[in-house]
């Protein structure tokens, strides 16, 4: 538990969720659930999904994507830990997938609260966020004014193409 004495540290963190094969609306849907399932992560504001084009590698299904704003007494490790593990209740298995290419589920842990930290196995706030539209368009509908390093959300998505990036109308 990530605490700096008896109690725990409450945090807010936000996530990026996305994915392009099955049915990623649904899976993100799930994939939510499944995060906030336990006391130990509380789902605080959900964005829209968004249909955008696929980055990395462009011969592909669009992808859906969404962001999440959670408060949560996991630490920032911990955090990664349990959306890993979902992800592979839903299908993804990192370790022999295309870089950049279709999955069912990626949860990015995007910032945890002020934390600035870099290990082998998880950076914040997240390394390339300012460079991605696909994640900053969500994110602004959530948290417009929320500072990731320097800038605030708002202040980064300005200079990106957002060219194909679609808000989806709520699911029926």
């Not at 899976?27 to 959900?46: E, F, S």
């Not at 969404?66 to 592979?88: F, M, N, Q, R, Y």
């Not at 950049?100 to 945890?112: M, N």
């Not at 994110?139 to 193409?161: C, F, K, M, S, Y």
């Amino acid at each position: 538990m990530w605490a700096s004495s008896s109690r725990a540290v409450v945090a807010e963190a936000l996530l990026a969720l996305g994915g392009n094969t099955g049915d990623p609306r649904e899976t993100i849907a799930h994939a939510i659930d499944h995060l906030c399932a336990a006391d130990d992560v509380r789902l605080l504001a959900r964005s829209s999904d968004y249909r955008t084009p696929p980055w990395g590698v462009i011969e592909q299904p669009d992808f859906i994507n969404a962001c999440i704003k959670v408060e949560t007494t996991l630490s920032p490790d911990d955090l990664l830990t349990h959306g890993l593990a979902i992800e592979k209740i839903f299908g993804r298995d990192r370790a022999h997938e295309q870089r950049w290419g279709p999955r069912p589920l990626d949860i990015d842990l995007l910032a945890y609260d002020d934390v600035t930290m870099a290990t082998e196995r998880l950076t914040l706030p997240h390394p390339r966020i300012a460079a991605r539209a696909f994640v900053l368009v969500p994110l602004a509908e959530i948290a417009p004014d929320q500072r990731i390093g320097v800038l605030t959300v708002r202040e980064a998505l300005v200079p990106l193409d957002q060219t194909g990036i679609e808000k989806l109308p709520p699911r029926g």
